[in-house]
């Protein structure tokens, strides 16, 4: 079933949401999605989302869903949160900020089949989040890697960027969830890939990082929830469902492998069940224990 097979004319949405390591779990959703043929004719992505999202819209098939898969099962913590013990006592003395912006720069610079966000295949909107305002800023075009990096800067873990005399930090803290500037830029029929969130553990994650990323994981699905439930009846909408039960840390990258394999049979499994017909929102999105 083709993505843009919804009606006449009616645009659809890929939306990316944040989610830390467990992005692996959209890379598998994303490979169900181009093996049965859904396609979108723009992408919207926020967070890890706003990765994944860039790279699918440079690479909008199955062949470039399963190079990112590869690029995934490759990645280590410190590919993405570089922290060493010099960051360390920077963070501590000399600096504000724990976490180099290098570790996410040199993988869009390496594996990213374009610069400039408006040279897509498919037209990318990234959101970001004006740290002093709390403002939604969405990057549509310009430097692809400046976009992605400041989408993905953690408060307090990473430095905000600054773009157009405005500091920009990570679009999980945003006023409005990608949802909302899916609806924004035309789209009519949204596709909604989260992360989800670990729902089986046995306690809070240890360390800051994992912790404020598990904190910002819950954040996200509960915006998404409440933005889903107040969504205009014209607007269509189908929320893959995430991975449950879910443990492990958004912080931690050793379950690649797994996330994406499950995502990828679990996707496959609600395609089948006509999911991309029934619409509504997965338990899985709301809070809940095991």
């Known amino acids: ?17 944040g989610g830390g390591s467990f992005g692996a779990i959209q890379v598998g959703m994303m490979q169900a999605l181009a093996a049965h043929g859904v396609t979108a004719d723009l992408v919207v992505g926020s967070s890890v989302g706003a990765m994944n999202g860039a790279y699918y819209a440079g690479a909008p098939t199955l062949d470039g869903v399963k190079k990112l898969a590869d690029i995934w099962r490759g990645l280590t913590r410190h590919d993405v949160f570089p922290v060493s013990a010099s960051s360390f006592v920077g963070f501590l003395w000399r600096r504000d900020f724990l976490i180099s912006h290098d570790g996410i720069r040199n993988l869009i610079e390496t594996h990213l089949p374009y610069k400039k966000l408006e040279d897509a295949q498919v ?51 945003s006023s409005n969830t990608p949802i909302r500037v899916a609806i924004e830029k035309g789209a009519q029929r949204l596709i909604i890939v989260p992360t989800g969130f670990a729902c089986a553990g046995s306690g809070p994650p240890v360390g800051a990082v994992a912790t404020a990323l598990h904190a910002l994981t819950l954040l996200i699905s509960r915006q998404m929830t409440i933005e889903l439930e107040y969504l205009e009846p014209a607007i269509e909408y189908y929320v ?9 840390s958004p912080y931690d990258f050793t379950r690649t492998d797994d996330h994406i394999a499950r995502a990828i049979k679990s996707t496959e499994a609600w395609l089948a069940d006509g999911g991309l017909e029934k619409g509504g929102i997965p338990g899985e999105m709301r809070p809940h224990s095991h």
Do not use: W
């Open 1 to 17: 079933m083709h993505g843009r097979d919804g009606s006449a004319g009616q645009k659809t949405a890929f939306v990316f949401a």
């Open 123 to 173: 037209p990318v909107h990234i959101v970001t989040t004006d740290i002093v305002t709390g403002e939604t800023v969405v990057l549509s075009e310009g430097s692809a890697v400046k976009a992605i990096v400041a989408s993905t800067a953690i408060p307090g873990a990473f430095a905000p960027v600054k773009h157009n005399d405005r500091y920009l930090a990570d679009g999980a803290i």
């Open 240 to 248: 893959v469902p995430p991975l449950c039960p879910l443990v492990g």
